[in-house]
């Protein structure tokens, strides 16, 4: 039996050796995900009831509570954070991949990497000076441009990259049955790339209601119901940030359940990105 | 008379009373490059006209211009006339988007849109504003692409769930929708099995009562089952690359009985190619 495998080889040893040294790497890489998400679950999870979302934080030494208006405040953030970043974002990675020359292209590119490494903090700082400085109040709309700021890069590069992927022969396709360009691109090459776009918003839209830095210069936070978009306004992030330094035991507590909401909200999002995915075409 | 544009184009060449499209002392450049040189060459209306040669020789390029679909190639330019029923289509005036509504082009690998069945035909007439039937003339053009029996009861379905000789007379069906004067193939069969690229034949035979077919192809037996004209393309070497030229044209029983180029005869022999 000359073909068998000896075990015993030098082969066959540095083979298992390689991947059980791989298999452990991987546990190790998986180590923090888990016990983050489950200390996170066990110290949130006590104060998951109704009261932590429809009720305002109480005032230090005053029991219950909860962190609504920090829900509110992000989703409010957030959505208008996106309301700025989606068009302006997916326009442009329209015109990257449509329009523009190789040229052009390869600079826009280069810009929106540069600002995909700006630390979130000086966006926040950003926004600070152009607008709550010049406006003299801190106030969601702010939040939401600093926000919009750290999505923007996201958005155009996984748009930009959905859409190379759509094959050129269905462009070709469309404008060799005389369709204009701009047909071809909205009722051809978008729709196709749609999955994969959707996926890219998902994702920036997650990033950016777990950031912080950004909303402590601009949105600042309060105790109260957010009542205007020109006033401050409380998020989970800022909350979290806020309560977690107190030496209250009730505020702590308020923060650990306002991250497993936030980890909740991300990995939410997350979900949905994964099943826009499974529609895609290419 | 079709009209591209609002201004009419004088442009009366002497011309055969039932020619097509026209060539005229065509060079097809990519930037310095010059990839065909000196085309001359007439294509009759309702006949199947093939393009054969070896790779390389500029047949798909030329097919290429008579839609100008090269326009979307940034270094690609001309040089010489071309002409579909009296017009240049490289003249100042002519838009090149109804330049393609008049003539469509099927590709080598069938590439319908990731949408339903019925929208893949209807796609063309919606854009070109069509004001009638929808329902009927997606039928009708189904029918005439020899398809509708297999997918009249799974017109939602994806276009792209259909297997590959299907999905081309798909696209064929998509093409003849904007009801153009030119259909123009690009080796439709050659992703095809034997048994869906008889069916693409019979259908193009079907097909050229109302159209002006121009097919490349790769495939010399279906450049004479199908064609009435044989167009014979070679390259040369030269020291800036190799060059496409027009060998012969002919009658497709002529290239292939009694050709009179001796290139012609090498090919169509098996020699070379």
Known sequence: MYLSRKSSDARSIFNKAMTILAGTLVVVALIPLLAVLSYVLIKGFGRLNLDLLTKLPPPPMVPGGGIANAIVGTLIMVGLASLISVPIGIGSAIFLSEFSNPTTAQWIRFATNVLNGVPSIILGVFAYSVLVVTTKTFSAYAGAVALSILMLPTIIRTTDEALKIVPQEIRWASLGIGAAKYQTVLQIVLPAALPTIVTGVTLAIARAAGETAPLIFTALSTQFWPNSLSQPTPSLAVLVFNFATVPFKNQQELAWAASLILVLLVLTTSIISRFALRRKTY | ?273
């Open chain 2, 1 to 273: 008379m079709t009209h591209y544009s609002p201004q009419t184009i004088p442009q009366p060449k002497s011309q055969v009373e039932d020619t097509a499209l026209e060539a005229v002392n065509l060079n097809i450049h990519y930037g310095s490059f010059l990839a065909v040189k000196d085309v001359c060459l007439k294509i009759e209306r309702n006949k199947i006209t093939s393009f054969i040669g070896p790779s390389g020789c500029g047949k798909s390029t030329l097919l290429r211009c008579f839609n100008r679909l090269n326009d979307l190639i940034e270094t690609f330019h001309i040089k010489g006339e071309v002409y579909h029923e009296n017009q240049d289509l490289y003249s100042r005036h002519v838009d090149p988007v109804q330049v393609r509504r008049r003539i469509g082009m099927v590709f080598q690998k069938p590439n319908p849109f990731p949408k339903s069945i019925y929208d893949n035909v209807a796609y063309g007439p919606r854009i070109n504003g069509f004001k009638g039937n929808l329902d009927e003339l997606v039928e009708q053009s189904l029918t005439q692409a020899a398809l509708w029996d297999e997918v009249k009861d799974k017109l939602k379905q994806s276009g792209t769930a259909l297997s590959g000789g299907q999905q081309q007379r798909l696209c064929i069906a998509r093409t003849i929708a904007v009801q153009p004067d030119v259909v123009l193939m690009d080796e439709p069969c050659a992703a095809l099995d034997p048994i869906s690229t008889l069916k693409i034949e019979e259908l193009m035979n079907d097909l050229k009562s109302q159209y002006t077919i121009v097919i490349v192809t790769h495939n010399m037996q279906q450049a004479s089952r199908v064609s009435d004209k044989t167009a014979f393309f070679n390259v040369e070497a030269t020291p800036k690359g190799k060059v496409g030229y027009l060998v012969e044209y002919d009658d497709t029983v002529n290239i292939f009985t009694n050709p009179r180029q001796i290139h012609t005869r090498d090919y169509i022999a098996g020699r070379f190619g």
